[in-house]
């Protein structure tokens, strides 16, 4: 049925820069399912905190050579887990498979990323607009992979105060973020209550993202 709706909707480009593969994932999305819990037994999803002290809705986790992580001391890529001092998973083929081919067939053949951030949306749990610049390394795209329960997204501008608009986001979905758009402010509104028999009442997505090395060298 999802791959039958996914061919019906065509890539689309939602924003110089930022390409939108409807279903991309859909082969794949019972096994990128089952990665995931695999790496959260290794590291189980926690809610951060902000710089700011505020819990995140969003459980994250990572895997790849560095992890995004966040608490009092910022936003930032990490070699080891600061909870354990256990470096991440390491990255799935078939993760790392998915983003690259994704990358390629948005015009980006030589992606390679090194962190893969996941995120859990329970019903409820949403993102505030933001930028992701803590990878200082805009040359590169950022590849995202929805899973699970649909969420509505907002995409704006170069600016916070530009206006957004806004898609819902599809299990299997994959979106390349690279040009202009790797800097476009956006966010994700709250997670309705609702099923998806890969992931029961949870969204997830994955963001591949390639760091400058400068960041995380021991
Ligand atoms: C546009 N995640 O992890 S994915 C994030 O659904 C994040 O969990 C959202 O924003 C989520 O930082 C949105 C789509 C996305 C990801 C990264 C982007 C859009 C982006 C980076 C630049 C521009
Ligand atoms: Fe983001």
Redesign the pocket.
């Known amino acids: 049925m999802e791959d039958l709706f996914a061919g019906l909707r065509a890539r689309m480009l939602l924003a110089e820069g930022a390409v939108l593969l409807p279903g991309f994932a859909n082969a794949r999305s019972q096994d990128l399912c089952t990665g995931i819990l695999d790496i959260s037994r290794q590291v189980p999803f926690r809610n951060m905190k902000t710089p700011g002290g505020r819990p995140m809705s969003v459980a994250t986790t990572s895997c790849g050579a560095c992890g995004w992580y966040t608490d009092q001391h910022g936003y930032r890529y990490v070699h080891t887990d600061p909870l354990t001092g256990k470096p991440w998973p390491e990255m799935p083929a078939l993760f790392l498979d998915l983003a690259r081919e994704a990358a390629a067939e948005a015009g980006y053949p030589d992606f390679s990323p090194a962190s893969c951030?996941i995120?859990r949306y329970e019903p409820g749990a949403k993102?505030g607009l933001h930028q992701?610049r803590d990878e200082d390394d805009l040359a590169s795209p950022?590849v995202?992979v929805?899973l699970g329960v649909p969420?509505r997204?907002a995409f704006g501008g170069l600016l916070k105060t530009d206006p957004v608009q806004r898609y819902d986001?599809l299990h299997g979905d994959v979106?390349v973020?690279g040009g202009v758009?790797?800097l476009?402010w956006?966010g994700?509104s709250p997670v309705r209550e609702t099923f998806h028999p890969q992931t029961g009442a949870m969204r997830y997505?994955l963001?591949f993202r390639a760091i400058n090395a400068a960041l995380f060298q021991p």
């Open positions: 951030l995120n993102m992701d950022i995202s929805s969420a997204f986001l979106v973020w758009s790797r476009a956006h994700v997505n963001t």
